[in-house]
Nanobody, 126 residues
Framework: QVQLVESGGGLVQAGGSLRLSCVAS????????MGWFRQAPGKEREFVAS????????SYGDSVKGRFTISRDIAKNTVYLQMNSLKPEDTAVYYC???????????????????WGQGTQVTVSS
């Protein structure tokens, strides 16, 4: 099993920045892809970004391209989400997720990810 713990959420004004972190523990050698999703009240869980653990290839949701950057530190078993130019519509609970060995960094559906963190709230005020 893999455990994921997010941190870094909070309240920020529109136009500001936040950096989320997610630390993986447990059977981390089995991780092939890590990613971020978000869910706003009354909405479906939305793909934000993902990164291939070994090669570093990335994928982004259309709504965050050019503003958010995903990165990872393999030695620390940590994935980051740098969020710039934040908008009120970015307000959501942000979840870290991971795929087991054999995953694909271009997968975007929640059901394609095997492990999930508990989520961290990001609120962007206008």
């Amino acid at each position: 099993q893999v455990q994921l713990v997010e941190s870094g959420g909070g309240l920020v004004q529109a136009g500001g920045s936040l950096r989320l972190s997610c630390v993986a523990s447990g059977r981390t050698l089995s991780i092939s892809v890590m990613g971020w999703f978000r869910q706003a009240p009354g909405k479906e869980r939305e793909f934000v970004a993902s990164i291939r653990w070994s090669g570093g290839q990335t994928s982004y949701g259309d709504s965050v391209k050019g503003r958010f950057t995903i990165s990872r530190d393999i030695a620390k078993n940590t994935v980051y989400l740098q969020m710039n130019s934040l908008k009120p519509e970015d307000t959501a609970v942000y979840y870290c997720a991971a795929q087991r060995d054999g995953g694909r960094y271009y997968y975007t559906r929640p059901g394609q990810f095997d492990y999930w963190g508990q989520g961290t709230q990001v609120t962007v005020s206008s």
